[in-house]
C-alpha cells in the first residue's frame, strides 16, 4: 500500500513538473476527449448567454462584475402563535414560539445556478431536533417563497380565567407551510434579485405594484407526551389551510452608488378556507368569520464596498390574521439573513 503512494506522489510530481512547460489548460485539454470538451463549451456558452441576456432596462437594473459570487451567509428563523378566545364568559390566551433555527451556510454561483451548503450547529450538538426547509426564486416577472417547518420545540402559555398551564417542548407537534408569489408589473425597472440575492445591480431607486397569491397551511396537535405528563389535559388537533390573493407594492432605494435599501408588501384576503378544530375526538363547528387575512412582507439593505465585495441583511416575514365570533389568531413565520459576498 506504501509502495503505491510512492509510485501515485512520483507520478504526481512529474506531472507538475511538465505542467511547468505546458501549462495547465493545456494538459487538460489533452486530457479530456474532444467530444467532452466540445460539450462542456456548449454549456458554457449557452449559461454565458443566459447570464448575460438581461430582462431589465439597463439604465435601472444591470449585471456585476464576475461570473462566479461567493457568500457567506448567517440565517435564523423563528415562528410564533398568539390566540386569544371568549366563551360563555371565559377568556383564554395562549402564547406560543418554536425554538429558533440558526445555520451557517457557503453558497456559490455560477453565471446564474446556485449551489448552497448550509450546516447548523445546533442540530450537529443533538440540541436542535426540528426540522426546516426555505427556498425562493426571483425572476424579473414572477418571483416566489416557499417554506416548510416541522417542530417540536413549541412552548408557551396558556391562561384563562380558571387556570394556567404551560406547554413544554414535545407536548405537541406543529407543521406548518407558507408559500407566496409575486407578480411584478414594472418589471423593467425593479429587480427583487438585486436585493436578494446579488445577481443582479439596481442602478437608480425603482419602484413597482404587485399582485399575487399567498397560501399557509399546516396542523398543531397535542402529543402522547403531554397526556403521560398532565392527563387531565384535552386531546387536541388544529387544521388550517388558507389561499389568498391580494396586490401590494415594492421599492428599491438607491440612495447613492452603495446603497440598496428595500421594502414590499404583499397583504391578500383569503377567498378558500378550510380550518377545523378537534377536542378530544369532538370536531368543533365552526363560527362566522370577520377577518381572515395574509401579509408577506420583504426587506433588505446591500452595501457594496466595491464592484467586487458586499454585504447586507435580508427579512422575509409570513403573518396571517384569523378572527371569527369567538376566536382571534395570529400567526407569524420570519426568516432573517446576514451575509458577506464578493465576485470573481
Not at 511547468?20 to 456548449?42: C, D, H, N, W, Y
Amino acid at each position: 500500500m506504501r509502495t503505491k503512494a510512492v509510485i501515485v506522489l512520483c507520478l504526481l510530481c512529474g506531472f507538475l513538473a511538465e505542467a511547468s512547460a505546458q501549462t495547465f489548460a493545456e494538459k487538460l485539454r489533452s486530457i479530456v476527449p474532444a467530444g467532452m470538451r466540445k460539450r462542456g463549451q456548449q454549456v458554457d456558452s449557452m449559461l454565458t448567454a443566459r447570464y448575460y441576456r438581461t430582462p431589465y432596462d439597463t439604465y435601472y437594473v444591470v449585471r456585476p462584475v464576475g461570473t462566479l459570487t461567493l457568500k457567506l451567509r448567517l440565517n435564523q428563523t423563528g415562528n410564533t402563535l398568539h390566540a386569544k378566545s371568549k366563551e360563555n364568559g371565559i377568556q383564554e390566551k395562549a402564547d406560543f414560539s418554536t425554538k429558533h433555527k440558526t445555520t451557517i451556510s457557503l453558497a456559490a454561483s455560477f453565471r446564474g445556478l446556485t449551489l448552497a451548503l448550509a450546516v447548523n450547529p445546533a442540530k450537529i450538538s443533538g440540541a436542535y431536533k426540528d426540522y426546516e426547509l426555505n427556498a425562493n426564486y426571483f425572476g424579473s416577472r414572477v418571483s416566489l417563497d416557499f417554506s416548510y417547518q416541522r417542530s417540536e420545540s413549541l412552548v408557551g402559555d396558556i391562561t384563562s380565567d380558571l387556570d394556567k398551564w404551560r406547554l413544554e417542548a414535545g407536548d405537541a407537534k406543529m407543521k406548518v407551510m407558507n408559500i407566496a408569489g409575486y407578480y411584478i408589473f414594472n418589471h423593467r425597472h425593479f429587480s427583487y434579485a438585486a436585493a436578494f440575492t446579488q445577481s443582479y445591480l439596481q442602478r437608480r431607486s425603482a419602484g413597482s405594484w404587485l399582485a399575487g397569491f399567498s397560501y399557509q397551511g399546516g396542523s398543531i396537535e397535542t402529543t402522547d407526551k403531554l397526556e403521560q405528563r398532565q392527563p387531565e389535559a384535552s386531546d387536541l388537533r388544529l387544521h388550517t389551510g388558507h389561499i389568498g390573493i391580494g396586490g401590494g407594492y415594492g421599492f428599491n432605494w438607491v440612495p447613492g452608488r452603495r446603497w440598496l435599501l428595500h421594502l414590499s408588501v404583499l397583504p391578500t384576503f383569503v377567498v378558500i378556507n378550510s380550518n377545523n378544530l378537534t377536542i378530544d375526538g369532538e370536531r368543533q363547528k365552526a363560527h362566522r368569520v370577520h377577518l381572515n387575512m395574509m401579509f408577506n412582507e420583504r426587506a433588505a439593505i446591500v452595501y457594496n464596498f466595491s464592484p467586487r465585495y458586499f454585504a447586507g441583511a435580508t427579512l422575509v416575514m409570513n403573518n396571517s390574521a384569523f378572527a371569527d365570533d369567538i376566536l382571534v389568531i395570529n400567526q407569524n413565520k420570519w426568516r432573517a439573513r446576514f451575509f458577506v459576498g464578493m465576485r470573481l
